[in-house]
């Protein structure tokens, strides 16, 4: 398979931001600590979450779908172990590592799989488990913990990993007392699973900001929670719109959590009318360089939307200087961006992009989820046909993305091979 572009269309008319995949994954996880039922709405369909469904089946819970809600039965887990296979699959599943230690004081798992993004190392995760009273042992990639009796602490993060915060929020559910993590991650992902885990009953403090207080829980309760918007979905359709000089109106996302993209949007020429829960962009002919981008934990500039931005960053005037801080090697999209005729040079965690550079028709290669979005954006604008394999990857991440592209008027079809 492979998604097939012709390029050249102005993208115009109004497109809904779906469920944010980084939310809704580690909420899929946070299920398991309760026997009972959760309804999650608004969740994507995604890969990566059929993923996650796979493997709360596995774990012995029950779930269904409907539509964009899915409710979970853990009240049937019987098991605490997760094959390689599965956790291989994306590098959310590492996070079911604390709810599971939680909900049954053992777990047996693999290293995580997820795009190749350079070293991504879990052992801020396992330190962090070992502070509260996990035994972990771990040899060749399988990873065995028993936590009988976790005691909350204070946990001092070196850096504020994601994944490493949802997963000590989630195992100090069951951790005597209370644990605080300093420097803890700010994303608005986890203030929507520390919102999902206050509604199951349990008491924190301080999600979105760098110290969160977790108490450890006595009775949880059943969950119905709606996914907050994918807000690295709506920073992509945002971009389209305005690397093509089209006019789109982007609903049903959360402004504030794409500050960071509309203001180097503006800066670089684009009118944007901001409301409450939408955004309408129009892009112009004269795009102008949008000066030095560096991705930084939240609230700075997210290292999702660093692909994308780089692609617009092609159809601006002048020298645009990208700085990757989160992931070893995140530039495995410039090979392919070049091959359609940009003009990117890469020196360690720096790129230099000259623009304003004519694209050209290809074919391209995708090789993880938010690059393989950036080669769309750029198929979009480039003169001629492009063809972009391992779609795959992008799949893992925005729910059918032909289709939203289409819905705006641009010539885009997935064709087999
Ligand atoms: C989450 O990944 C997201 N994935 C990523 O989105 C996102 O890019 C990243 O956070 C940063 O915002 C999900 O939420 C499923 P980290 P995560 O732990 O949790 C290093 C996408 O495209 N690190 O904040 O893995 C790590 O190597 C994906 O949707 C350690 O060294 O990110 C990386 O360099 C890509 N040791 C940096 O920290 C650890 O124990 C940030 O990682 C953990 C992380």
Known sequence: MSLEVCGGKPL???????????????????????????????????????????????????????????????STLHTCSI????????????????????RTGCAELYLPGGCELGNRPIDLHLSALRCLGAEIEEEGGHICCKASCMVGREIQLSFPSVGATENIMLA???????TRIRNAAREPEIVDLACFLQK??????????????????EKTQDVIHRVMPDRIVAATYLIGAAMTGGDV????????????????LECSGCNLDID????????????????????????????DAQAPLMAYATQCAGTAVFVENIFDSRYRHVSELTRMGANIQVVGRVAVVEGKSPLSGANVS??????????????LCADGVSRISEEKYIDRGYESIENGFSKLGAEIIRKGE
């Open 12 to 74: 115009k008319g109004e497109i809904a931001v779906h469920g944010a995949k980084n939310s809704v994954l580690p909420i899929l996880s946070a299920t398991v600590l309760r026997a009972g039922v959760c309804v999650i709405e608004n969740c994507p369909c995604l890969r990566d979450v059929h993923s996650a469904i796979t493997i709360l089946e596995h774990l012995g819970c029950r779930v269904h779908r409907e539509g964009s809600t899915v409710t979970v039965d853990a």
């Open 83 to 102: 094959p390689d296979a599965m956790m291989r699959e994306m590098r959310s599943s590492v996070i079911f590592l604390g709810a599971i230690l939680a």
């Open 172 to 178: 100090a559910t069951a951790a005597k007392g209370t």
């Open 200 to 217: 199951m009953g349990v008491s924190i403090r301080g999600a979105g900001t760098s110290e969160i207080e977790v108490d450890c829980v």
């Open 249 to 264: 109106l982007v609903c049903d996302l959360v402004p504030e959590h794409v500050a960071t993209v509309t203001a180097l």
């Open 276 to 303: 409450r829960d939408k955004i309408r962009v129009r892009g112009t002919e004269n795009l102008k360089s949008c000066g030095t981008i560096r991705t930084m934990p939240y609230p700075g500039f997210p290292t």
């Open 366 to 379: 995708a090789s993880d989820l938010r690059g393989g979005a950036a080669l769309v954006l750029a198929a």
